[in-house]
C-alpha cells in the first residue's frame, strides 16, 4: 500500500521568501507522486506530477518538485512566494496500474502568506 | 480546456434520505473515481470505475453507497440512507490513458450537507 505524509500542517512564509512544503512517501513499487492545490472553496488542481524520467519536475505558477528515492521525500518548493499562493497543498501517491489506481492524499499544508 | 462538472454544487437533505450526486466526465476519459473530504480532513478516496464496473473501493464504500455511468456520460453516486457523518465535499476525478496517463481530473465538488 502506498501512503504520503506531510510534515507540517501549517506553514507561514513572507512574501518573496521561498516556499518548501514537504513530503514523504512509502510504497512497496515506484510510486507516481503528485502535488495538488486547493483554493477557498474551490475544487483540487494539479500542480506537477512525477511517474518516471527526470526526478526533478516543473509545474504550474513557479512551483517544483524533486523526487528523491534515497530519502523516499518530493518536497514542493517555489522560490518567491506570492501572495495568491495562499491555499491547501496536498502531497499525494498512487500506483501504477494500468487499470488505474486510487489516489492516496497526505493531511494537506495550509500555505499563508504574509505581505 | 475540458473540465469535469458536477451537480448539484450544494445539497441539503435530511438524514434517511436518498441522494444522488452526478458528475459529467471529461470526454473520452476511462476511468471515474469520487473521493470525500470531510470539513477540515484530508482528502479520501471512496471508489474507483473502469469499464463499467467498480475496479477499487475503500472501508468507506460500504451498503449505503453505489456507483453507475447510466447513459454513458454521466457519472452517480448514490447514497441510499445518509448519515449526518456523511456532511463532506464529494469530489468526481476522471481519468484519460495515454498522453495524461495517470492524471486525475478533479470537478469543483458537492457540498453534501446533512441534517
Known amino acids: 500500500a502506498q501512503s504520503v505524509t506531510q510534515l507540517g500542517s501549517h506553514v507561514s512564509v513572507s512574501e518573496g521568501a521561498l516556499v518548501l512544503l514537504r513530503c514523504n512517501y512509502s510504497s512497496s513499487v515506484p510510486p507516481y507522486l503528485f502535488w495538488y492545490v486547493q483554493y477557498p472553496n474551490q475544487g483540487l488542481q494539479l500542480l506537477l506530477k512525477?511517474?518516471?524520467?527526470?526526478?526533478l519536475v516543473k509545474g504550474i505558477n513557479g512551483f517544483e518538485a524533486e523526487f528523491k528515492k534515497s530519502e523516499t521525500s518530493f518536497h514542493l518548493t517555489k522560490p518567491s512566494a506570492h501572495m495568491s499562493d495562499a491555499a491547501e497543498y496536498f502531497c499525494a501517491v498512487s500506483g501504477t496500474s494500468n487499470s488505474g489506481y486510487a489516489l492516496n492524499f497526505g493531511k494537506g499544508t495550509s500555505l499563508l502568506v504574509t505581505p | 480546456e475540458p473540465e469535469v462538472t458536477q451537480t448539484p454544487s450544494h445539497q441539503v437533505t435530511q438524514m434517511g434520505q436518498e441522494v444522488i450526486l452526478r458528475c459529467v466526465p471529461i470526454s473520452n476519459h476511462l476511468y471515474f473515481y469520487w473521493y470525500r473530504q470531510i470539513l477540515g480532513q484530508k482528502v479520501e478516496f471512496l471508489v474507483s470505475?473502469?469499464?463499467?464496473?467498480?475496479?477499487?473501493k475503500s472501508e468507506i464504500f460500504d451498503d449505503q453507497f453505489s456507483v453507475e455511468r447510466p447513459d454513458g456520460s454521466n457519472f452517480t453516486l448514490k447514497i441510499r440512507s445518509t448519515k449526518l457523518e456523511d456532511s463532506a465535499m464529494y469530489f468526481c476525478?476522471?481519468?484519460?490513458?495515454?498522453?495524461?496517463?495517470?492524471?486525475?481530473?478533479f470537478g469543483p465538488g458537492t457540498r453534501l450537507t446533512v441534517l
Open positions: 476525478a476522471t481519468q484519460g490513458t495515454s498522453g495524461s496517463y495517470n492524471e486525475q481530473f
Open positions: 470505475f473502469y469499464n463499467n464496473e467498480i475496479s477499487e
Open positions: 512525477y511517474t518516471t524520467g527526470a526526478t
